[in-house]
């Protein structure tokens, strides 16, 4: 392992650990008495009192966190306020959907804005280029609750093409998943492939410029080889890594989406959590995608390292 | 130093005027000023002029956006609510960058542990999801008009750390920095003659990038009914109150929608633009923060 | 009193269906040898508007929680569509003389979907934990001495006091269901419910859905679908085009502005029925200047309970100005307030109160109230009360209700059939739910003595004083009764809305 995985390993450990600090605090904060104001009229003082102790909340506070901490290592993330289950295992199922509509969202946007990103580049100046640039700038101003909306009442409503919402688990049936994951997906999507079209057109852009590029071409090789051969080649390193982050952050849970389509991923569960004031099971998510945030990065930072060895230098 | 900031700021105007999605993007945020300013008296009707028999009523002359259903002026309701999301869009970017510009400042100008302690904290915030984050801090806040503006604060604040950082990493190394360390000029003294107005160039471009994010995000907590209350009128909380007549009534989603859309588009124009003139290097993390989701 | 330590019913949501009563009924549902065409197998998708938040029918207190367990689990008793109590696991019962002692005679042979046999002590149990662990019906056995299991077939329940309302306090609703000890100790049942019902818990998907599959150990008429998937749709307009997509069959969650249309067309099968919840504004008594009746008085005055009840319904709503609905059999009618902002301010100014700002509490778990709440503003604005609304999660609605922290609040009652139901816990000085602390001795001395009157007719003249009394003194201002809306497709045969909002699945076919 080089010193740079390992100065990264290390500072990744460093930030997840204020990461539970600040998971932590989020149930120290609420003001009043958490397990109290969860539990609402269904209180009744064992019920309370059970919850109160396995959130250890009954000890001091440092004591508090270094058991948080402690048990989260080892897969403990406490019990639902609403439910009485191991947030653990409720956040854990919820997984599959979140990374199944992610990924799709980011293949559509990668489907979208490769060849749109790349042609915009290629043919600088020109009418794709201009439609490019409209198109990014629409997807990251346009809220995409709304587009969501529009989107149901387009092709939902109107059309009667796709069920407006709700969720079928790609292994019980791969064809409704599918039929469902398409209105979410595209909706994330679209916002994705608009940061990726720009990102990908800059950074061909500037391969393009480069004095290999114009070498090339001074040869006598058509636009189209040298786009192919040298050009993509060597913008695609950072696209990747873009992609990767956008991953990363989808993988976080799409709330707004999710609550729109009645997606059960994460961040569906975080808005109930929130919601019903389910302190653990907030708690929980946040945590699992602070981490998988961190994860993912950590896995670009090295992956891009390999790819790129100028960067271990740094 | 102000003989350059000056020429940098005419140079910066007349890029502007020369493309014409910036002044687009201007115009429209004027108006908003305007309308953020002045809606309660451009508005032709009450906010809460509750009228149950005029409910869901579609766009007429007397109602240029049509009536939500509770018969209220949509129009009028779309005009108020400008002033919410720009309120809660200068706070929430301004708290970002107070806060975040400090600790970038003394992150980059001190170094050592300072530095290390400071940015791993922010990395920290860096860690979540903007809105998960948001939507955190609102759970643990209660939902509310300032507890909105505080989660967006926090949640842009490590960008402009990292901006300001940056800038200030680069700007240190410089010679006429070196020559005044030398000199014996206080911290204070350096940090505002010359550090300061060498990076004032990427916040400017980053502040107005994030007021268009920061109005997205408020518009996504009002969507999810933890952002503003009713009954306030706030853009998102309009989509999240319509969502369930949207079928018969377009109008509901529709207005607030593209108020929300041409806000963030405004200030994205004029954002980019800025970049384009202003900080070519590209210090500003624009992309990074772009999704709201 | 043993209500006080009674916490069903989320705050003021009752789930506390039910005893002999009145309702208005839709036609019968023909139940036995209901072997329709065609019908047999397929799964029918209901598509409920929440998600339950567990799946113990002792513990949870929310609606959607037993929207699934209704299909799941057996009570002793149960209501028919006339809101009458039938047999059901017991298949009869005997009353000693002095009205203390009740026999009740078990159905032989019935076992749990694990295939492990229901006996006596699996009723002795399921009541013990609900008193014992002080459970949110605990309440209903407030005169319960003890349960006895002689033999598997024979229950004995002793009273402390003759409860001629025990029947529909053994059977109004599913909360008081007969559990598994084996389930209930592995701690499965929160999440996978052992019942003896028509259908079984299979899977439960949070956020998502509850799947239960036909228990093919059910006692009864074996259930023609094979199963039933409860998905979770909050919106309405999802849920109408799930409807109509056919990705569910069955909804309670339409769009209320679109029901009248729906009702018409002929594409859905939509019934309306009055129910027997109500929604009300209460004054906090326990603050200035709300003690002051003149001051209740004005502010329903100064309502608009029409058009409030169109903001809020859609109009899929009665207005009323006390709690029982017309449809039953103790409805009292009185209307003594009508819409007349003069009348209100002459009122406040009798109380020598002006400018006032109330704080109005509402909550985002149940939209009406804050829908309603903006119409209430405009309306206390005409006679210079200025509302300041405030709208918080139910949790929070709930910690501040119980706190008093609070000028108004709105909300509903769900459910509620018998007037002690109506009446006690909430009007009583020392009801469980009296959160706007009123109190009234007089109202006091009617509502103890008709809890313990036998004669029909004097208990209906003592609760008609109450509720006289009660409006009077505004200590709610009933707003309206809402309707029971359901929809289903054409595919689905032999369902029934009923006024309880008991979803029944049972006796349901799906043709092709």
């Not at chain 1, 915009?120 to 700038?137: E, I, M, P």
């Not at chain 2, 129009?75 to 609510?81: G, I, Q, T, W």
């Not at chain 3, 002792?58 to 929680?65: D, E, K, L, P, V």
């Not at chain 3, 004097?458 to 505004?474: F, M």
């Amino acid at each position: 392992m080089s010193r740079f995985v390992l100065r990264r390993l290390l500072q990744s450990a460093v930030v997840l650990l204020g990461v539970t600090l600040v998971v932590f605090l989020l149930l120290q904060l609420v003001p009043g008495d958490p397990v109290r104001v969860a539990l609402g009229t269904r209180f009744d003082p064992q019920t309370y009192e059970a919850l109160r102790t396995r959130a250890g909340l009954d000890r001091p506070l440092v004591a508090q966190y270094f058991s948080y901490v402690g048990r989260a290592v080892t897969g403990d993330l406490g019990v639902s306020f609403r439910s009485g289950q191991p947030v653990t295992r409720i956040v854990l199922e919820r997984l599959p959907a979140t990374l199944s509509l992610a990924l799709t969202a980011v293949l559509i946007a990668v489907l979208v804005a490769f060849p749109l990103g790349v042609l915009a580049a290629v043919r600088s100046g020109s009418a794709l280029d201009h439609a490019a640039r409209v198109f990014s700038q629409f997807g990251v101003s346009v809220p995409d609750f709304w587009m969501g909306i529009m989107g149901i009442l387009l092709f939902a409503g109107v059309l009667g093409w796709l069920p407006p919402s709700g969720y079928v688990p790609l292994t019980e049936d791969p064809a409704g998943w599918l039929a469902h994951v398409l209105l979410p997906a595209a909706t994330v999507g679209l916002v994705t492939a608009s940061i990726l079209t720009r990102f990908i057109r800059s950074s061909v852009l500037e391969v393009l410029s480069a004095d290999y590029v114009r070498t090339a071409e001074a040869k006598g090789l058509r636009t189209r080889v040298v786009v192919l051969r040298h050009v993509l080649r060597n913008a695609l390193i950072p696209v990747i890594t873009v992609v990767a982050v956008q991953l990363a952050s989808l993988l976080g849970g799409v709330i707004v989406v999710e609550v729109l389509f009645a997606w059960p991923g994460i961040g569906r569960l975080t808005y109930d959590a929130v919601q019903a004031r389910d302190y653990p099971v907030l708690q929980g998510a946040v945590l699992l995608v602070a981490a998988l945030f961190l994860l993912m990065n950590l896995l670009v930072d090295i992956l891009y390292a390999r790819l790129d060895p100028r960067i271990t230098a740094r | 130093m102000s003989a350059a900031r000056d020429s940098q700021a005419r140079r910066a105007l007349s890029a502007l005027r020369h493309d014409p999605p910036a002044v687009a993007g201007a115009v429209v945020l004027l108006a908003l000023v305007v309308v953020g300013t002045a809606g309660r008296w451009l508005a032709p009707a009450g906010v809460n002029d509750v009228d149950v028999d005029q409910m869901l009523h579609p766009p007429s002359w007397a109602h240029p956006f049509g009536t939500d259903e509770l018969g209220r002026d949509v129009l009028s309701r779309v005009l108020v609510a400008a002033r919410v999301s720009l309120e809660v869009g200068v706070v929430s970017v301004g708290i970002a960058l107070l806060v975040g510009a400090g600790i970038g400042l003394v992150a980059g100008y001190y170094r050592g542990w300072v530095d290390n302690v400071l940015m791993r904290g922010m990395d920290v915030l860096f860690a979540f999801p903007v809105l998960l984050l948001a939507v955190a801090i609102v759970a643990v806040l209660g939902p509310g008009l300032l507890t909105a503006m505080i989660a967006i604060g926090v949640v842009y604040t490590p960008i402009f750390a990292r901006v300001t950082r940056a800038g200030v990493l680069s700007v240190r190394e410089q010679v006429f920095v070196r020559a005044a360390v030398s000199i014996g000029a206080s911290d204070l003294r350096i940090i505002r003659r010359h550090v300061l107005p060498n990076i004032a160039a990427p916040l400017i471009v980053q502040t107005s990038l994030s007021l268009a994010f920061a109005i997205l995000s408020e518009a996504a907590l009002s969507f999810l009914g933890l952002g503003i209350q009713p009954p306030a009128p706030a853009w998102g909380r309009m989509l999240f109150d319509g969502r369930g007549f949207v079928t018969e009534a377009w109008w509901l989603g529709f207005f607030p929608g593209a108020a929300i859309f041409l806000t963030v588009l405004a200030f994205n124009l004029v954002g980019d633009a800025l970049r384009d003139v202003l900080d070519p290097r590209q210090l500003t993390l624009g992309e990074a923060s772009r999704s709201t989701t | 009193m043993s209500r006080i330590g009674s916490r069903l019913i989320g705050g003021a949501l009752a789930l506390a269906l039910v005893t002999v009563g009145g309702c208005s009924s839709g036609e019968s549902v023909d139940v036995d040898g209901a072997a329709t065409q065609g019908g047999a197998g397929g799964v029918l998708t209901a598509a409920i508007g929440g998600e339950p938040d567990q799946l113990d029918p002792h513990r949870t207190s929310a609606y959607y929680s037993f929207e699934v367990l209704e299909n799941v689990y057996d009570t002793l008793v149960e209501p028919d569509e006339n809101l009458r109590m039938q047999p059901s696991l017991a298949t009869k019962w005997t009353t000693s003389a002095d009205q203390l002692t009740w026999t009740f005679t078990l159905r032989g042979g019935v076992r749990f979907s694990d295939g492990s046999p229901l006996t006596a002590e699996d009723v002795k149990y399921s009541y013990d934990r609900i008193v014992g662990e002080k459970l949110n019906a605990a309440y209903r056995f407030a005169a319960v001495k003890s349960v006895a299991a002689p033999d598997p077939t024979t229950v004995v329940v002793t009273l402390s006091a003759p409860t001629p309302n025990l029947l529909a306090n053994l059977g109004g609703f599913k909360g008081v269901a007969i559990v598994e000890k084996s389930n209930v100790e592995s701690g499965a049942i929160k999440t996978k419910p052992v019942g003896s019902g028509p259908f079984a818990v299979a899977s439960y998907t949070s956020g998502d859905s509850v799947k239960l599959v036909r228990n093919d150990n059910y006692w009864n008429t074996k259930p023609k679908l094979d199963g039933v998937t409860f998905t979770f749709v909050k919106d309405p307009t999802v849920a109408l085009q799930n409807l109509r997509g056919g990705e569910a069959q069955w909804t309670d969650n339409l769009p209320p502005q679109q029901v009248p249309a729906l009702t018409d067309g002929g594409e859905l099968t939509v019934q309306r029925k009055p129910s027997a919840d109500y929604w009300y504004l209460a004054l906090n008594q326990a603050r200035k200047p709300y003690g002051d009746v003149n001051v209740r008085r004005a502010v329903a005055f100064a309502l608009d309970p029409a058009a409030i009840t169109k903001a809020a319904k859609f109009g899929l709503a009665t207005v009323n100005q006390t709690a029982i609905p017309k449809g039953s059999s103790w409805y009292y009618e009185y209307a003594p307030y009508r819409h007349d902002p003069e009348q209100a301010k002459a009122l406040l100014g009798q109380a020598g109160v002006s400018g006032l700002t109330m704080d109005l509490m509402v909550t985002s778990e149940y939209p009406e109230t804050v829908s309603a709440a903006q119409v209430i503003a405009a309306q206390l604005k005409e006679v210079g009360i200025t509302v300041k609304i405030r709208t918080l999660d139910f949790a929070q609605w709930l910690d501040e209700q119980g706190r008093g922290t609070f000028d108004a609040f709105m909300l509903g009652w769900l459910g509620n059939i018998d007037p002690d139901e109506f009446y006690y816990a909430q009007h009583h000085s020392g009801g469980a739910f009296n959160f706007q602390k009123y109190r009234n001795p007089a109202v006091d001395r009617l509502l103890d003595a008709a809890r313990t009157q036998t004669d029909q007719g004097a208990r209906k003249q003592a609760y008609d004083q109450a509720a006289k009394q009660i409006v009077d003194d505004a200590s709610y201002i009933y707003l309206y009764n809402p309707d029971v809306v359901q929809g289903w497709s054409k595919k689905v045969t032999g369902y029934q809305a009923r006024t309880d909002r008991a979803i029944r699945f049972r006796d349901v076919a799906l043709t092709k």
